[in-house]
């Protein structure tokens, strides 16, 4: 075998090895140095901190809100992909296709539940992350702008409920939506426009459902995704968790 043939042939038998490496570059160390590096050059942990401030971590001070929410947020994601594989956005199908799942899928019911009682938690979670951000002063400089994504996270969190709404096709959902519509008509001077965007015509129907589903499945959880990336970042730029500031 030629030298360079063989060069090949080691560079492919060593490939595997490399990208492990270049995953994770560095052991795990015992310095204090050593274990940065490990943070810094690995892929999976470099979003998280080198150091935490100790009080950052109290659980009286945070109540892991945050945290919750965001968990919540990928069991939704989870369960809504998993919901669309028996869900047909259409005024005919859409109300019996939440029967099959409460009666005919296997485990559907709970699928449906997972995904319905997590919502439901999100919101109030969300809402209670705002209010402790508020209570403790988290809010404040340098954290004004991260502050803000938060409201917008909070309004993509409703959004996304408000949207879940119609997608049954009941009478609870189509009453609810035909409410919230007409409410947004008496928005000044653009009201009419707004209802008539969010139904796609005059009344609540086919597309209203495509519409809302549409929002519901792409383009809400885009947007929370990237928020969410975003206020991610931002912690990390502000100076990580907040904490009191006598500590």
Known sequence: ????????????????????????????????????AAVFGNMFLHVHPVRVHVNSLRAGYTFGLGLISFYLFLILVASG?????????STELAY????????????????????????????????????????????KAPREFNWVIGVFLLLVTLFLSFTGYLLPWDQLAFWAVTVGSNIASYMPVLGDYVRFLM????????????????????????????????????????GGLSRPKND
């Open 1 to 36: 075998m030629s030298e360079s043939a063989y060069s090949i042939k080691e560079s492919i038998m060593q490939l595997p090895r490399n990208i492990k490496a270049s995953i994770s570059r560095r052991g795990e160390g015992t310095a204090e140095q050593e274990r940065a």
């Open 81 to 89: 992909l998993l919901l669309m594989f028996y869900y047909t956005p």
């Open 96 to 139: 019996r296709n939440m029967k099959d799942l409460e009666y005919v899928v296997t485990f559907g019911v709970i699928l449906r539940n997972v995904h319905r009682w997590s919502a439901h938690a999100m919101v109030a979670f969300v809402f209670l992350h705002m209010c402790r951000v508020f209570y403790t002063g988290s809010y």
């Open 199 to 238: 139904l796609g015509g005059n009344e609540v129907g086919q597309m209203a459902l495509l519409r809302f589903y549409v929002l519901h499945v792409v383009a809400l959880p885009l947007l929370a995704a990237t928020l969410l990336g975003v206020h991610f970042w931002r912690i990390r730029k502000d």
